[in-house]
């Protein structure tokens, strides 16, 4: 299974993006779907997922700013973010994780987007 990540780039502080990342393959079903960054020097940070059944969870940091959601037809999660700050500056990875068509497990990754806070 593979993930496509997109929609980062360089935003001034106090704007919005939003991240999109399909997933492909022989995918019979998708569990969670979850959004991770990585800011240089600093260890991985869950941002947050959402599971099948739309639950959702959020790291404190960006609770009321960013909100995630997917498109179980499309297979496909979203990550609106807004009120950006300079410290949500990171590289942006995508994960999922479900069954493919044979029923076994699958963990993915996507390959990274770019977001960058700065004016």
């Known amino acids: 299974v593979q993930l496509q990540a997109s929609g980062g780039g360089l935003v001034q502080p106090g704007g919005s993006l939003r991240l999109s990342c399909a997933a492909s393959?022989?995918?019979?079903?998708?569990?969670?779907m979850g959004w991770i960054r990585q800011a240089p020097g600093k260890q991985r940070e869950l941002v947050a997922a959402?599971?099948?059944?739309?639950?959702?969870n959020y790291a404190d940091s960006v609770k009321g700013r960013f909100t995630i959601s997917r498109d179980n037809a499309k297979n496909t999660v979203y990550l609106q973010m807004n009120s950006l700050k300079p410290e949500d500056t990171a590289v942006y990875y995508c994960?999922?994780?479900?069954?493919?068509?044979?029923?076994?497990?699958?963990?993915?990754w996507g390959q990274g987007t770019q977001v960058t806070v700065s004016s």
């Open positions: 994960n999922a994780d479900g069954r493919i068509a044979t029923m076994e497990l699958f963990g993915s």
């Open positions: 393959g022989s995918i019979f079903s998708i569990n969670a």
């Open positions: 959402i599971t099948s059944g739309g639950s959702t």
